[in-house]
């Protein structure tokens, strides 16, 4: 079943995600421990928090998924003085 409108705001009030364009770094770190983006299921396979679906099931495709996340950070800026940690 796809996930409604109403369910991605609950999850985002309820790990405070409402604008990560402002988010400050800490905060940002912060809500990845916390677990509101991704975790670690009982089979140590990682999941989407708000989806559950299954991102990664071993070391191998954990390695993949960041090699990939990594193409992407070289696209993007840097964040403004006030949200660095930096």
């Known amino acids: 079943m ?3 409108i109403h ?3 609950e999850h985002y009030d309820h790990y405070g ?9 800490a905060e ?4 990845l421990s916390d677990g509101a983006l991704f975790w670690i299921d009982h089979h140590d396979f ?3 928090t708000l989806s559950e679906e299954i991102l990664a099931t071993n070391r191998e ?3 993949a998924m960041i090699e990939h ?4 950070r070289d696209k993007m800026p840097t964040p403004p003085d006030w949200m ?3």
């Open 2 to 4: 796809p996930i409604t």
């Open 7 to 9: 369910e991605i705001k």
């Open 17 to 25: 995600l409402h604008d990560m364009s402002a988010m400050p770094t």
């Open 28 to 31: 940002y770190r912060k809500a």
């Open 46 to 48: 990682v999941r989407s």
């Open 61 to 63: 495709q954990l390695d």
């Open 69 to 72: 996340l990594q193409e992407y």
């Open 84 to 86: 660095s940690e930096k």
